[in-house]
């Protein structure tokens, strides 16, 4: 069964390199299983557009490093896909391994022998349509909009003031009409606002949404006044992750940790542990929620997340309820000098924005500092050297201390329930009764620790034996078996059948062409059909001195490109001299509006009708062939259309004269 249903595999042709130019490659589509599609040598523009056009879920690569040199022009490559981003899949990469195509040739019984770029293609798109390979991770989860000013106003009065304040207004106007269109969608975001004196002077927003889900919701702008740029959020490094598994999220240490956060354009963050340690404090300008939590989950457990303002801001509350962290907020907002005083003796702090997020961690910290000492006072009774953190955080939580140490103690030590009730009764008791209670624990400790012992190593054996078995039975053989040359087999001959299909349709317009074309020679020899030759060809022979327009027997053209008006005039003049302005010359132009430009800028010999004036032609490479009665009637109509226009002007002549004569008349008899 398919994972991916419609997947592009890509196997750069040899001598092609992205560092040498636009790489080649051979390209192999697959759908439900089968290869609909095989290329040999495709430019990487043409296979992101073909990626675009056919809907492809996946691009398939034995190394992603034949995209492009390095990772941000990956990203950059993914970008040029039109529509919806397609996931990119490198097959050799197992897990942590990477395998050469051979190897999976090997072990999948699918080929023999050095594979050609296409079935290189055709191997790594139907592997990664069953799920074999690593997803390559390049774009987070969110997409950022970029919301601001057209341009800045230059120097000036109150004109410039009043530009700005126009300008201020438009980007604020256009930010809460983006704001009230991702809230009716009900799509997580966080803002980022850039003030200014009248309004807003820029703005992002961070969404928790891939782009294609903004399609039809929010468009790009590029304006004079203003722009809106969307664009998803690259990764600050690369990752991999196995085909279908399912993303997890796990913090790196066991330590618990008490995070204060500073949000805004530039968001401060201080970390500190459980005994008011400081165990980082950095600020990132335009930091998602997204990247937050992968920093912070790299310095263990976040288990308070505290603001320094009260009510915290919705981007503090977001992240505590997607951590699921307490939220801790002081009763009232700190003022500037008590985050001064709080902060005094750290020398770590280098901006306002960290000084504030260090003081909302240490006014956390400052209440819960008694919990803290009472859970460690309560461990001492017992002598056990246990971590506390647990214990602290279900203090915090609201757990009795004693129950919360005891609960620690139990988890970390593993205690039977007999040992957890003589565990209460040392408490009371002296250190002779202690040193009984924890030989008796060690002794037990160290035979579960050799039964365990033994266990792993007949655990690791079992992995060696099913790790072997996984890659015997890797990927498509397992699912095909002795079906596998089969289904090659099917897929070469749909294959062949669609050329055949290809070759038929192409076939049958050729014959389609010949008959036109033989009906017009015959109807040439009835002088049924006029030809015009077309400028573009007109001018290449030319070039090469082989004819010219006088050299024709029908001194008809089409100027089917954009020419400079110089060149068509003298190409008339000189046919019109070569004829001694005894014959006509016919142009023929793709509008009106460029018909009538000619006219007034060539001799009267020449006529001039727009393509638009006959209903029906035929193109014919550097030829188009005209019936001549349509031609013919075309030309009268544009005389005609002359012949009035001249009248029309002589008639408007006449009754200008006949006004200034009696304009006159009156004059004279007034005098």
């Not at 995209?67 to 899949?89: C, M, N, Q, S, Y």
């Not at 195509?101 to 079935?119: D, I, M």
Request: hydrophobic share 40%; charged share 30%.
């Amino acid at each position: 069964m398919s994972i991916l249903r419609r997947v592009v595999g890509l196997d750069i042709v040899p001598g092609s390199s992205p560092q040498a130019g636009e790489p080649l490659f051979a390209l192999a589509l697959v759908e439900e299983g089968r290869v609909t599609l095989r290329m040999e040598r495709v430019p990487l523009s043409e296979v992101l557009a073909l990626v675009g056009e056919r809907g492809v879920e996946a691009i398939a690569v034995d190394n992603i490093y034949e995209l492009a040199g390095d990772f941000r022009g990956i990203a950059e490559v993914l970008r040029r896909v039109p529509g919806k981003t397609p996931r990119l899949v490198e097959v050799t990469r197992l897990g942590d391994e990477v395998v050469s195509v051979e190897a999976l040739c090997v072990l999948t019984g699918l080929c023999r022998g050095k594979l050609s770029p296409v079935e290189t293609a055709e191997l790594l798109a139907f592997l990664a349509s069953r799920g074999i390979g690593s997803e390559v991770l390049v774009f987070e989860e969110e997409t950022r909009i970029r919301v601001g000013r057209g341009r800045v106003p230059g120097q000036g009065g109150m004109s410039r003031e009043r530009y700005k304040r126009n300008i201020e207004q438009l980007v604020k106007r256009k930010v809460a009409e983006i704001r009230e269109k991702l809230d009716k969608a009900g799509i997580d975001y966080d803002l980022f606002v850039r003030k200014g004196g009248w309004g807003v002077v820029g703005a992002t927003f961070v969404v928790y949404a891939p782009r294609e889900r903004l399609n039809g919701l929010v468009k790009p702008e590029s304006g004079h006044d203003i722009f809106v740029e969307i664009s998803p959020v690259r990764r600050e490094s690369i990752e991999y992750r196995p085909l279908g598994a399912t993303p997890k999220r796990s913090a790196r240490s066991e330590r618990y940790t008490i995070v204060g956060v500073d949000p805004g354009m530039t968001t401060g963050v201080a970390i500190l542990d459980f005994s008011g340690s400081i165990v980082s404090v950095f600020s990132r300008r335009l930091l998602s929620r997204g990247q937050l939590v992968k920093l912070l989950l790299d310095f263990g457990h976040p288990a308070v997340i505290a603001s320094d303002v009260s009510p915290a801001p919705a981007y503090v509350k977001k992240l505590a309820s997607q951590l699921g962290a307490l939220l801790f907020t002081p009763q009232r907002s700190l003022s500037v000098d008590e985050k001064r005083r709080l902060t005094s003796g750290y020398p770590q702090v280098e901006n306002s924005h960290q000084r504030d997020a260090l003081a909302a961690a240490l006014k956390a910290f400052n209440e819960y500092r008694e919990k803290f000492d009472a859970v460690e006072q309560e461990a001492s009774k017992y002598g056990l050297s246990i971590p506390l953190d647990k214990a602290k955080l279900q203090v915090v939580k609201g757990l009795p201390v004693s129950l919360a140490v005891k609960e620690a103690a139990k988890e970390y030590l593993q205690l039977s329930t007999k040992e957890e009730l003589a565990l209460q009764d040392i408490a009371q008791g002296g250190a002779e009764e202690q040193l009984r209670f924890y030989r008796k624990l060690a002794e037990r400790l160290l035979q579960e620790n050799k039964a365990l012992t033994l266990e792993l190593r007949e655990a690791t054996k079992r992995v060696s034996e099913l790790e072997l078995t996984l890659k015997k039975l890797l990927s498509v053989r397992k699912t095909l078996g002795a079906d596998a040359e089969k289904v090659k087999l099917d897929s070469r001959v749909e294959q062949l059948q669609r050329e055949a299909s290809h070759l038929k349709a192409k076939l049958q317009q050729l014959e389609d062409r010949v008959s036109e074309l033989e009906r017009i020679l015959l109807g040439m020899a009835f002088s049924k059909y006029r030809l015009a030759i077309k400028l573009s060809w007109l001018v290449e022979k030319t070039r090469e001195n082989e004819g010219t327009l006088q050299e024709l027997s029908d001194n008809i053209v089409f100027i089917d490109k954009s020419y400079p008006l110089e060149l068509v005039q003298d190409l008339v003049f000189k046919t019109l001299k070569a004829k001694d302005f005894q014959s006509s010359v016919i142009v023929v132009t793709r509008s009106s509006k460029e018909a009538e430009t000619l006219r007034r800028a060539i001799p009267p010999e020449a006529q001039v009708i727009s393509l638009e004036d006959i209903a029906q032609y035929f193109d014919i490479g550097p030829i188009v062939a005209f019936e001549s009665k349509e031609l013919a009637n075309a030309l009268a109509r544009q005389t005609q259309g002359d012949i009035s226009k001249i009248k029309g002007i002589l008639e408007e002549y006449r009754r200008e004269r006949l006004r200034l004569l009696k304009d006159l008349k009156e004059s004279n008899l007034s005098a």
